[in-house]
C-alpha cells in the first residue's frame, strides 16, 4: 500500500506546484509575492525529492514522468537568467562592441585582407583590359551601372523608401550568412569576402575606365565607412566561429564553439546595427543632389567617425578598470 | 550498448537538487513539422502585410516607395527575425514548436537567453545548407543531443514537451472485480513496479490494441497467478489474462484509487 499512500499524500501538494508553475509561465517574469515564491522554492524542493523517491522505489512510468515534467518545468522556471534590459544594448554598442572588435583584432586583419587583395586584383586586371569586367559579371549588370552613374544626380525617381528597405534585406542577410557559413570551416565567410571583393573590385575599375569616378565616388564614400567595415566585421566573426571549429586549442572542441559562438555573434548583430545605419545613409543621403564636394567631406568625417568609434570606443571603462588609483588628490 | 542507446532520444541533466532530470529530445520529422507550420504562418503574415499596405499606402499616399521599403523591411524581419523574436520572448517556442509540442532550452536545462536565441537562428544560414538543411539534419545525427549547427554554438538543444497529467486509477473500469481473498497466496504480494508495469500497460489502450495487450499480459498473468495460489496455468481466470491483470490491480490497489 506504500506506494497509494504517498500517491494520496503528496498529490495535492503536486497540484498547488502545477498551479504555480501554470501562473509563472503566463509572464516573461514570475509575477510572484514574497510568500508565494517561498511557496514556491518549499514546492520545488519536495516534487524533486518526491520524484528521487518515485525513481528509486521504480513506482512507475507515469508518475516518474509526470513528476520529472514537474521538476524539469520548475528548475526552468526557478533557473531562469533575468531578462536582458535596454541599458545592456546600450552598454554593448557604447564600448563592448569595439571592444570585442579589438580584443579579435587579428580576425579582423585577416577578413580586411581578405576583401581587399582580391578587389585590388581584380580591379587591376579589369583596369588594364576592361573587356574583363564582362568576365565577372554579366552584361546587363554593367549596362546598369553605366546608366546609374552616368546620370546627373539631380533627377531619377525619389525612391529613399523602397531603397533603405532594399539595402536592410539585401546588405544585412549578406552579412549575416558571411557570418553564419563561416561555421563551415571558415570557407563561406572565405568565398563571400573573397566573392564581394571581386566584384566590388571589377565594378570600381569598371566604372573609373568610363569616366564616372567623381559620380561614383561622392556616391558610395558616406555610407561605404559603415558597410565596407561592416562587412569585414561579419567577416572577422565568421572567421572567429570557424577558427574555433578548426583549431579548438587549450578547449575541447565543443567548447571552444560555445565560447568563441558568444564573441562571433555579439560582433555579428554589431555589424548588422551598422548595416542599418548604412542602409539609411545609402538611401537618402549618397543619391542626394549635394555637390560631390560636400559629399566627400561628409563621407571623409564618416570614416574619421567610425575609425575613431572602432579604435576608441569603450577604452575609458578598460582603464579605468586597470588604473583606479592613478587619478588621487583630483577635486 | 541496446537499441535504446544507439539512437539517443533522451538526454539528462543533473540538477543543483541532485535530481537527474530527463529530457526527450526532438528528432528531424517533428522539426520539420514544427518547421512546416511556421513557415505557413509567415508566408501567412507576409500576405497579411502586403494586403494592409496595399490597402493604406493609396490613401496615405505612397512617398518615396515607402510601401514596396516598408515591405522588404518586413521581408526581413520575417526572414531571420521570426523564430528568433518568438524564441527569445515565448521562452523556446515558435507558433509551430507550440503546436508540434517542441521547445528550445539550454543543454543545461535553463531557458534560453538572447544571445542563444539570436546565434542559434542566425546560424541557419549554414544548416539550411547545401538544400533543405541538409547540414543541420547530418549534424543532428552526429551530436549527442540532436543538435543543429546552431544548436551547438548557442549551447541549446530541442525538446518535447510532455504536459503529462496524472489519471491514476481511471486505467480500470469501475466494473472490475477484485479477486476473491479467499483463493488467494496471502503470503504473496506484486511487487509495487509490478503493479505499475500493468497499469501502464492498461492505461495505453488508445495506442496498444485490445488484442496486442493480451498478447502482452499473457506473459506476466500465468507467472503472477502461480505466484497467487492459482494451481495451474490452465486455470479459467487465464483465458482471459487482460482481464486478470485488471483484477490483479484492482485487488492490490483498491482503497486508495477511489477517490477520483
Known amino acids: 500500500m506504500k506506494r497509494a499512500r504517498f500517491l494520496d499524500r503528496r498529490r495535492a501538494d503536486w497540484r498547488k506546484f502545477e498551479a504555480l508553475l501554470t501562473r509563472a509561465e503566463r509572464h516573461r517574469t514570475p509575477r510572484f509575492n514574497g510568500e508565494e515564491v517561498q511557496e514556491f522554492s518549499r514546492l520545488f524542493r519536495a516534487v524533486c525529492h518526491d520524484l528521487a523517491t518515485v525513481r528509486s522505489r521504480d513506482w512507475g512510468g507515469d508518475i516518474e514522468g509526470y513528476l520529472n515534467d514537474l521538476v524539469a518545468r520548475g528548475h526552468n522556471n526557478f533557473y531562469r537568467s533575468p531578462p536582458?534590459?535596454?541599458?545592456?544594448?546600450?552598454?554593448?554598442?557604447?564600448?563592448?562592441?569595439?571592444r570585442l572588435l579589438r580584443e579579435n583584432f587579428a580576425y579582423f586583419c585577416v577578413a580586411l585582407a581578405l576583401f581587399v587583395i582580391p578587389g585590388v586584383i581584380a580591379g587591376t586586371a579589369v583596369g588594364h583590359d576592361p573587356e574583363l569586367a564582362t568576365r565577372v559579371l554579366p552584361g546587363s549588370v554593367l549596362e546598369q551601372f553605366d546608366e546609374m552613374y552616368a546620370r546627373e544626380n539631380d533627377e531619377g525617381s525619389r525612391a529613399e523608401g523602397m531603397m533603405t528597405g532594399f539595402y536592410v534585406y539585401n546588405n544585412v542577410g549578406i552579412a549575416f550568412r558571411c557570418f553564419a557559413t563561416g561555421i563551415l570551416f571558415g570557407i563561406g565567410t572565405v568565398f563571400f569576402l573573397v566573392y564581394n571583393s571581386i566584384f566590388f573590385g571589377a565594378i570600381t575599375a569598371y566604372i573609373v575606365e568610363h569616366g564616372y569616378s567623381e559620380n561614383f565616388f561622392s556616391f558610395v564614400i558616406t555610407h561605404g565607412s559603415f558597410e565596407l567595415t561592416a562587412i569585414v566585421i561579419s567577416g572577422a566573426a565568421g572567421l572567429i566561429i570557424g577558427h574555433a571549429l578548426v583549431h579548438p586549442g587549450q578547449e575541447t572542441r565543443l567548447r571552444a564553439l560555445l565560447l568563441r559562438g558568444r564573441v562571433g555573434i555579439q560582433l555579428a548583430a554589431g555589424a548588422g546595427a551598422m548595416l542599418v545605419v548604412a542602409a539609411l545613409i545609402e538611401a537618402f543621403w549618397s543619391p542626394s543632389p549635394a555637390p560631390a564636394s560636400m559629399k566627400f567631406a561628409v563621407g571623409g568625417v564618416c570614416w574619421f567617425l567610425v575609425?575613431?568609434?572602432?579604435?576608441?570606443?569603450?577604452r575609458s571603462r578598460a582603464n579605468g578598470v586597470a588604473a583606479p588609483d592613478t587619478g588621487r588628490g583630483s577635486p | 550498448m541496446t537499441a535504446a542507446d544507439a539512437v539517443r532520444v533522451q538526454t539528462e541533466i543533473e540538477t543543483p537538487e541532485n535530481i537527474v532530470l530527463t529530457f526527450r529530445l526532438a528528432g528531424p520529422a517533428s522539426r520539420m513539422g514544427a518547421y512546416g507550420i511556421d513557415l505557413i504562418v509567415r508566408v501567412a503574415l507576409v500576405w497579411l502585410?502586403?494586403?494592409?499596405?496595399?490597402?493604406?499606402?493609396?490613401?496615405?499616399?505612397?512617398?518615396?516607395?515607402?510601401?514596396?521599403?516598408?515591405?522588404?523591411?518586413?521581408?526581413?524581419?520575417?526572414?531571420?527575425?521570426y523564430p528568433f523574436v518568438f524564441e527569445y520572448?515565448?521562452?523556446?517556442?515558435?507558433?509551430?514548436?507550440?503546436?508540434?509540442?517542441?521547445?528550445?532550452?539550454?543543454?543545461?536545462?535553463?531557458?534560453?537567453?538572447?544571445?542563444?536565441?539570436?546565434?542559434?537562428?542566425?546560424?541557419?544560414?549554414?544548416?539550411?545548407?547545401?538544400?533543405?538543411?541538409?547540414?543541420?539534419?547530418?549534424?543532428?545525427?552526429?551530436?549527442?543531443?540532436?543538435?543543429?549547427?546552431?544548436?551547438?554554438?548557442?549551447g541549446t538543444m530541442v525538446v518535447r514537451e510532455r504536459r503529462e497529467s496524472l489519471r491514476l486509477g481511471r486505467s480500470l473500469p469501475r466494473d472490475v472485480e477484485s479477486l476473491p481473498r479467499g483463493e488467494l497466496n496471502l503470503a504473496y504480494r506484486p511487487a509495487d513496479r509490478t503493479l505499475a508495469l500493468i497499469e501502464r500497460l492498461l492505461s495505453r489502450h488508445a495506442t496498444v490494441s485490445r488484442a496486442r495487450a493480451d498478447e502482452i499480459a499473457a506473459i506476466l498473468a500465468p507467472a503472477l497467478a502461480i505466484r497467487l495460489g492459482y494451481d495451474s496455468e490452465e486455470s479459467p481466470e487465464l483465458t482471459r489474462p487482460r482481464e486478470f491483470l485488471m483484477r490483479v490491480l484492482k485487488t492490490f490497489t483498491a482503497g486508495a484509487e477511489e477517490s477520483p
Open chain 1, 307 to 314: 575609425a575613431l568609434y572602432l579604435a576608441l570606443g569603450g
Open chain 1, 84 to 98: 536582458a534590459r535596454g541599458r545592456v544594448v546600450l552598454e554593448f554598442f557604447a564600448g563592448g562592441f569595439p
Open chain 2, 89 to 154: 520572448f515565448w521562452s523556446g517556442r515558435t507558433p509551430g514548436k507550440r503546436i508540434v509540442g517542441l521547445r528550445v532550452i539550454k543543454t543545461g536545462g535553463y531557458p534560453i537567453g538572447f544571445p542563444d536565441a539570436l546565434l542559434r537562428n542566425l546560424l541557419r544560414a549554414a544548416d539550411v545548407l547545401p538544400l533543405f538543411y541538409g547540414t543541420g539534419i547530418a549534424v543532428m545525427f552526429l551530436t549527442p543531443r540532436m543538435q543543429r549547427i546552431g544548436d551547438v554554438l548557442a
Open chain 2, 49 to 81: 502585410f502586403v494586403l494592409i499596405v496595399g490597402l493604406v499606402a493609396p490613401v496615405l499616399g505612397d512617398v518615396a516607395g515607402m510601401s514596396a521599403g516598408l515591405t522588404l523591411l518586413f521581408l526581413f524581419l520575417i526572414e531571420w527575425g
